[in-house]
């Protein structure tokens, strides 16, 4: 007599083993893409903060010569100036211009220069 005494396994994989696989595929995927997303954010933050100190520099050689040119803002940011003259009890008035820069895209707090005494 043939008897069989136990079921044979067949080759292949159980569900159970093709469901943990996918869920640390999708697992690997997901923190693949943080950090991918992350670096991204990171370089878009150093780019922006390289034109800002570039900005910087521009918009004080700017007020520096031509004082009463309003300076052109390059593409991306947003320039307001504002112009006061201080008095002085002991001399004469004191001229200022406050100069306030924008990122258009608000991903970076605006910065503000305060110029005293401009003259070319």
Do not use: K
Request: proline share 5%; charged share 20%; glycine share 6%.
């Amino acid at each position: 007599m043939n008897t069989r005494h136990g079921i044979g396994r067949q080759a292949g994989f159980a569900l159970i083993e093709v469901l943990i696989s996918l869920g640390l595929c999708a697992l690997l995927a997901a923190t693949v893409a943080a950090v991918v997303s992350f670096a991204a954010r990171a370089d878009e933050f150093a780019a922006l903060d390289a034109d800002a100190a570039l900005l910087v520099q521009s918009i004080y050689a700017a007020q520096r010569l031509r004082p009463d040119d309003l300076f052109d803002a390059p593409a991306g940011w947003r320039i307001e100036l504002t112009r006061g003259i201080e008095a002085a009890a002991d001399g004469p008035p004191t001229s200022w211009r406050q100069v306030e820069a924008f990122a258009r895209g608000d991903t970076s707090p605006r910065f503000t220069l305060l110029l005293l005494d401009e003259s070319p």
